[in-house]
């Protein structure tokens, strides 16, 4: 924990993104913003760009393992955002690392379809990301496709399909499910939060732009990063804020995107809106 009037530290562990928008670099920037001393260690080194992913070049679970035992032996860490995990070695190699040195809080970004529907990551990871690394998680935050693959089923197409789908993602003892509702039709776009004791949507206008790229990612930092701010004797009602907090920040960040011309396919969110 850290003193009263310390910085807080965070982590992201994450495959790249050349073009700055999303994974450790998207990460690095929300982090940042939100005021956290952010550090990172790599997944994947990925060949992509606003228009797509060309290919990724996983890192060795090895080579992961270092990084995380240098790191953590070293420097305190709050929260962890975890993103891309594109084996069953590197998820347990991620999972006996945080178990080791337990952060406050971690929130898993389960990316495990890109945007033009492939899937990134083989059987095998599937299940470790379920097994060993929902439930080591406070917070999990996946999207519609990401959360069929979870349960392997359909993705929902309305909100009463969302909430149908909440029992079973509960089921894989994460205690707080952010299901995002983007994917579905509409003018709105609702996010379905689920907690220990109930649970509320999160409504939100969809804002008309093409700037999409990353926000999964921005969204699952930023509760990394309220949640780190957050005091030791925190309570359910404060990590639901947090939660809200961080949603807020990225529909600002969604709505600034205009800003910034980035590449000639889906750029970035703005995430430094509050300072540029």
């Not at 260690?41 to 080579?63: D, K, L, M, R």
């Not at 004791?197 to 008309?208: C, K």
Request: charged letters at 15%; one cysteine or more.
């Amino acid at each position: 924990m850290p003193a009263s009037n310390a910085i807080p530290h965070t982590l992201t562990i994450a495959g790249s993104d050349p073009s700055g928008g999303a994974g450790l670099q998207g990460d690095l920037k929300t982090l940042s913003a939100l005021g956290t001393y952010a550090t990172n260690v790599i997944t994947a080194v990925i060949a992509q760009n606003t228009q797509g992913v060309a290919h990724v070049h996983p890192v060795s679970a090895e080579a992961i393992r270092e990084q995380l035992d240098n790191l953590l032996d070293d420097v305190r860490i709050d929260a962890v955002k975890i993103g891309m995990v594109a084996s069953r070695e590197v998820a347990e190699t991620i999972g006996e690392a945080l178990s080791r040195h337990r952060p406050r809080w971690i929130v898993l970004d389960p990316v495990m379809v890109a945007k033009s529907g492939d899937t990134l990551v083989d059987n095998a990871g599937i299940a470790a990301v379920r097994d060993i690394l929902v439930p080591l998680a406070d917070v999990i935050t996946p999207n519609l496709p990401e959360a069929a693959v979870l349960l392997d089923t359909q993705a929902p197409r309305s909100p009463d399909a969302m909430e149908a789908m909440l029992p079973g993602l509960q089921a894989l003892s994460a205690p707080y499910v952010l299901l995002k509702g983007g994917h579905l039709p509409g003018e709105a776009c609702p996010d379905l939060l689920a907690t220990p004791t109930d649970s509320a949507w999160l409504p939100a206008p969809r804002i008309d732009t093409d700037n999409l790229h990353g926000t999964g990612c921005a969204l699952s930092s930023a509760i990394a990063a309220h949640l780190a701010h957050l005091p030791e004797d925190a309570g359910h009602a404060e990590i639901v804020e947090a939660i809200g907090a961080a949603k807020q920040w990225l529909h600002r960040a969604l709505d600034a995107s205009h800003r910034l011309s980035v590449g000639h396919g889906r750029g970035p969110v703005h995430h430094f809106h509050a300072w540029w």
